[in-house]
Structures are given as C-alpha cells and as structure tokens.
C-alpha cells in the first residue's frame, strides 16, 4: 500500500493551460507538503498544509494553489502554465508540524510544459 | 533562518570503497538533521536522522552519519558502496517543532553519486 501517492506521474501540456496534481498520503499525518526539485535537483518548498491550514506559502507565484479537501489529500492547481513551470513536484507528509520528524515523499509528478 | 550546504556536486567512488558525503549546516539552535536519498524517477527516502543524543547515528543500507556542533556539519558515510547506492543524496535541516508558526525542511542541492564498477 503506497503511502504517499501523486497523480499523475507526468504531465506535458502548453503554455497558458490550467492542470493539477493529485496528492493522498494513508498515513494519518497531519501535515503535508508540496516540494518543487527543478532542473538541477534542488528541492524547495512551495506550500504546507496542516489541518486543511495553509502554513507556508514560500513566495510562490499566485498561480499556485493548494487545495485541501481532507486532511489525506492535498492537490496542487497551477493556472496559466509558464515554460519555468517545467519540474517535478513532490508531495509529502509528516506526523507532525514544524519538522520534528522525517518526510514521507511520493514519487513525484513530472510536468513539461511546452 | 537555516541553510544546507553539501559542498560536492559529483563524487565517484569504486564499488567497494568507503564513502563520505559531506553536509554543513547554518541554524543557531540544536538543528534537527536528516539525510534522503533518491534513486532515478523515484522520490526521497529517509536514510536517517539526528534530532538529540548519541552524535553518531546509524541508518538504513548500512549508512551512518556524524554530528558535529563545533564544525557544523553532518557528513554521511558508509564502509563499503555497492553499485546501488549510485543515486543523488540530500542533507536536509528542520527547525523543530515550533508550536505556532511551522517550516518544512531545508535541503542541501544535493550530492550525486557515482559508483565505478
């Protein structure tokens, strides 16, 4: 049983269209994360959601937006895609807030944007 | 606010020779120390961590890693490599538990490593 589970695992579309990713985690965690590794593999995180709360919004262009259903699932919708978009996009989870403890990572969802 | 150096882009090492990847870090209080490691088209997975305690803590695949609070670092080692362990490995750093306010961890760029046969 995956733990932490991203849809889609890639995605190539045009400039100017609207997508998301999906995100679920399984592990009753009260945090969860999205993380944007470009190019070079840098990680960095755009947002955290904890209770359905946003936490961190890490000077992300307003283009992104985390939507939180439920405390499992955290998606990611992205408006008006730009060619800088193009990366890989991690969802992850954690027990708690603050980072006392270890990420649980997806596999990730690579996005090309054309 | 913390920051994560891991000071080697590359490194080849011959399968069966020891390893060392090297981690800095910058936060004024006891950090909360972790390295990942991920394979090719596949996310992060935890090696191991450092919150408290024993300075030398030891992870999965064989790996262990130092705390150093003089030198501020938490370097990253294993004995023996196998073919493997060729991936990319992240140093990360966390604030801890903040009660109000809350920040994810901090990576390093990451270290990729190359295993020679």
């Known amino acids: 049983d995956t733990a932490v589970s991203q849809t889609p695992k890639y995605l190539v579309t045009q400039m100017g269209n609207d997508k998301s990713i999906k995100c679920e985690q399984n592990l009753g965690h009260d945090t969860m994360y999205w993380y944007k590794q470009d190019s070079k593999k840098f990680l960095k995180i755009m947002f955290s959601y904890n209770n359905k709360e946003l936490i961190i919004n890490e000077t992300v262009p307003n283009r992104f937006s985390p939507k939180s259903p439920d405390k499992a699932h955290l998606n990611l919708h992205i408006n008006s895609l730009e060619l800088g978009d193009s990366a890989v996009y991690f969802c992850?989870?954690?027990?708690?807030?603050?980072?006392?403890?270890?990420?649980?990572f997806g596999e990730g969802s690579r996005l090309t944007v054309l | 606010a913390q920051s994560v150096t891991q000071p080697d882009i590359h490194i080849t090492v011959s399968e069966g020779a020891s390893l060392e990847l090297r981690c800095n870090y910058s936060y004024g209080a006891t950090p909360y120390l972790f390295w990942y490691v991920q394979s090719p088209g596949q996310g992060l997975q935890l090696l191991l961590k450092?919150?408290?305690?024993?300075?030398l803590v030891q992870g999965i695949k064989g790996f262990e890693a130092e705390f150093k609070r003089s030198q501020s670092s938490f370097n990253l080692r294993k004995p023996s490599v196998h073919w493997s362990d060729a991936a990319e490995y992240f140093c990360a750093v966390g604030a801890g538990f903040s009660g109000g306010g809350a920040d994810g961890l901090t990576f390093g760029k990451g270290t990729h490593l190359i295993i020679q046969p």
């Open positions: 450092y919150f408290s305690g024993d300075t």
């Open positions: 992850a989870s954690s027990q708690y807030q603050g980072s006392t403890g270890e990420l649980f």
